[in-house]
Nanobody
């Protein structure tokens, strides 16, 4: 199984933007669909977005589709989560995995913390 590493999190004020990166510590992301997930304090982990291996299909939940985007650069072996107009409710640890649904993921990485506050 490909080991993924998330980065790019941090603190941002409401209304700000962040771009998270997901890459591998070994191997390649090419050929895998990649999903982003998040877990806020006291809440269950949830799907945030997913991109197909060939980048011909992208999924973002309706509640996030006007603020979040996903892209991939297989040449750089990286999948990105683009977040804009961030709100405090977006505060969470963000994870990526070679899956689109939480139930499909067997092993989670360390994630990257995103904190939205003034």
């Amino acid at each position: 199984q490909v080991q993924l590493v998330e980065s790019g999190g941090g603190w941002v004020q409401p209304g700000g933007s962040l771009k998270l990166s997901c890459t591998t510590s070994g191997g390649t992301l090419g050929g895998y669909a990649v999903g982003w997930f998040r877990q806020a304090p006291g809440k269950e982990r949830e799907e945030v977005s997913c991109i197909s291996a060939r980048d011909d299909n992208r999924y973002i939940p309706e509640a996030l589709k006007y603020r979040f985007g996903i892209s991939r650069d297989n040449g750089k072996n990286t999948v990105y989560l683009h977040m804009s107009n961030l709100i405090p409710e977006d505060t969470a640890v963000y994870y990526c995995a070679t899956a689109c649904f939480v139930v499909q993921v067997k092993t989670w990485g360390q994630g990257t913390q995103v904190t939205v506050s003034s």
